[in-house]
């Protein structure tokens, strides 16, 4: 996450969010929608692209690895318990805490002037790492609905030998989940004027 934050930066994209829920979040903090369609596109496609470049990395792994829910597990998340319910809150509540504490992060109450440079993608980047350690046990902590459907797009088109099925009934949790999560935690940021 910090290196595609960091590399997005450096080639021009001063959000740099990676991630369709953040884009949803601050749309609703600034109530400007007009970009939200091409920049989950963007992000989509580059989460397609990321694992489609890991599956070359692992090719020598797939024909040895005989557990497919191994192989889908290098693409994307699942929960543990399977419960709809909780797991879409489970993913709801990682991302609203994701939302809400990077908002504060580059919020003007934390400091006048924000985190220094270069300071707040390494903050949120330990962020995302606490999410995951405290709340990413239930449904291994999509927090990002490109993050978990790009590459499981990408695991349901590529022949990778011996691969099964893509779980495509647990797929709307990892994308709902995170939306949810998203769009309230961008309510309350816009009216707690962060």
Not at 171 to 193: C, E, K, M
């Amino acid at each position: 996450m910090l290196s595609g934050v960091l590399v997005a930066q450096a080639f021009g994209s001063p959000g740099a969010n990676l991630n369709p829920a953040i884009t949803l979040a601050v749309a609703i903090i600034s109530g400007d929608y007009s970009q939200l369609a091409s920049m989950w596109s963007a992000q989509l496609l580059g989460a397609m692209s990321g694992s489609a470049l890991m599956t070359l990395h692992y090719a020598a792994h797939w024909r040895i690895t005989p557990d497919p829910a191994a192989k889908l597990g290098i693409f994307c998340t699942n929960a543990a318990v399977r419960s709809p319910l909780f797991n879409i809150l489970s993913e709801a509540m990682g991302t609203a805490v994701l939302v809400i504490v990077a908002g504060a992060i580059f919020s003007h109450g934390v400091a006048a002037t924000g985190p220094a440079a270069g300071v707040g993608p390494w903050l949120v980047a330990s962020l995302v790492w606490g999410i995951g350690l405290s709340l990413g046990g239930t449904t291994g902590y999509a927090i990002n609905p490109a993050r978990d459907l790009g590459p499981r797009i990408v695991h349901w088109l590529l022949p990778i030998p011996g691969k099964g099925g893509s779980n495509w009934s647990y797929a709307p949790i990892p994308i709902i989940g995170p939306l949810l999560g998203g769009a309230l935690a961008g309510v309350l940021l816009r009216f707690a004027h962060l």
